[in-house]
T-cell receptor
Framework: GAVVSQHPSWVICKSGTSVKIECRSL??????MFWYRQFPKQSLMLMAT?????????EQGVEKDKFLINHASLTLSTLTVTSAHPEDSSFYIC???????????FGPGTRLTVL | GDSVTQMEGPVTLSEEAFLTINCTYT??????LFWYVQYPGEGLQLLLK?????DKGSNKGFEATYRKETTSFHLEKGSVQVSDSAVYFC????????????FGAGTQVVVTP
């Protein structure tokens, strides 16, 4: 139980385009989802926290207009990277927590490459 | 602010060897401490945790003790297997595993037969 999936697992896009990444909790209702970003050989850095039905809370230094987060249902959160640029290339990881499960559960991550 | 520092990898060792991965932290309060493991192609999984000083977390033969005096949470396993090859992340949360996590950089462990 407590499985989180992400889609796609990898994506390549051209500079200036937008990319949407989905995070789904498959067998529990996720009241809160977190989005992390990981650079090569570096820590996972929290980008934002999203609670179902409300606006996401962004960490300091994260551009909310660039990284749009929507948590419209208890099983789905999306991260849209708008007008992507090569510096946005990274590994994006989501995690989810719910009232019926103890702890925070992570998706496998999405590798974004912007050309 | 809070931070977590863990030893750089990769750490390469033979099967049945003893494994230690050092982790130290800085925090303003009394955080909960965690070790997560990421196997190839999979998401991070909670390996063990400790919520207060002197607590010992253990799972799958791995252990870590919350040392407030040295602000450390070193991960140990007495006899590793090839299946333990993975990336290990030390992390802290000012609340518990339900809250925001501050991660270390991760340590890749490679166990050879």
């Amino acid at each position: 139980g407590a499985v989180v999936s992400q889609h796609p697992s990898w994506v390549i896009c051209k500079s200036g385009t937008s990319v949407k990444i989905e995070c789904r909790s498959l067998d529990f209702q996720a009241t809160t989802m977190f989005w992390y970003r990981q650079f090569p050989k570096q820590s996972l850095m929290l980008m934002a926290t999203s609670n179902e039905g409300s606006k996401a809370t962004y960490e300091q230094g994260v551009e909310k207009d660039k990284f749009l987060i929507n948590h419209a249902s208890l099983t789905l959160s999306t991260l849209t990277v708008t007008s992507a640029h090569p510096e946005d290339s990274s590994f994006y990881i989501c995690s989810a927590r719910g009232t019926s499960v103890g702890g925070q559960f992570f998706g496998p991550g999405t590798r974004l490459t912007v050309l | 602010g809070d931070s977590v520092t863990q030893m750089e990898g990769p750490v390469t060792l033979s099967e049945e060897a003893f494994l230690t991965i050092n982790c130290t932290y800085t925090a303003t309060g009394y955080p909960s401490l965690f070790w997560y493991v990421q196997y190839p192609g999979e998401g991070l999984q909670l390996l063990l945790k400790a919520t207060k000083a002197d607590d010992k977390g253990s799972n799958k033969g791995f252990e870590a003790t919350y040392r407030k005096e040295t602000t450390s949470f070193h991960l140990e396993k007495g006899s590793v297997q090839v299946s333990d090859s993975a990336v290990y992340f030390c992390a802290l949360s000012e609340t518990d595993s339900w809250g925001k996590l501050q991660f270390g950089a991760g340590t890749q462990v490679v166990v050879t037969p």
